[in-house]
């Protein structure tokens, strides 16, 4: 790969790694690419070199954001002692909660894929059949078939309760969101 091919495709990563996160912190169109491109360290006029339109650059971030959401939900549950309780805990963090840029796109980006590009939506809907597997594979016993209804009411809590705990302006109530939905998936679940 020649230097220029190089740097293009370092460019390119950067601007996809800066898209994803800002989206997940502002929505899709709460920022503009040229702001996009300046927080890459890039020109606007530059944005062309590297997508054919926005819609391409928002797919790419969508891939990007749900593909670091994957790796980190994958690593919790690597956890030896109740991987399932430390998926659930992870997910109903404070720290999930407040580090929007860097959560689960399954969760911030959710509205903004229903609205936007089958390429997006495909690679959300891969997200979300990825996590189904990973908690039918956690939730201990039972037949498959009860286990998968079981993660499909487990995900859509983790991801309600987050969603709520954020959008909420009290902080005691957020806070209570997250803990109670934690408990009773714990006791629905083990």
Known sequence: MGHSKADKAKSHERIVRVAADRFRETGVDGIGVADLMKDAGLTHGGFYRHF??????????VERALQDGSQAVAAIAQIKQAPLNAVIDGYLSLAHRDGIANSCAVTTMAADVARSSERARTAYTQQVGTYLDLLTALIPGEK??????????????????????????????????????????KAQLN
Do not use: C, T
């Open 52 to 61: 054919d339109s926005r819609e391409e650059l928002v797919a790419e971030a």
């Open 144 to 185: 498959e078939k009860s286990k998968r209804m079981k993660a499909i009411a487990a995900l859509s809590a983790l991801v309600g309760a987050v969603s709520m705990a954020r959008a909420v302006n009290d902080d005691k109530l957020s806070r209570e969101i997250l803990k109670s939905a934690a408990d009773e998936l």
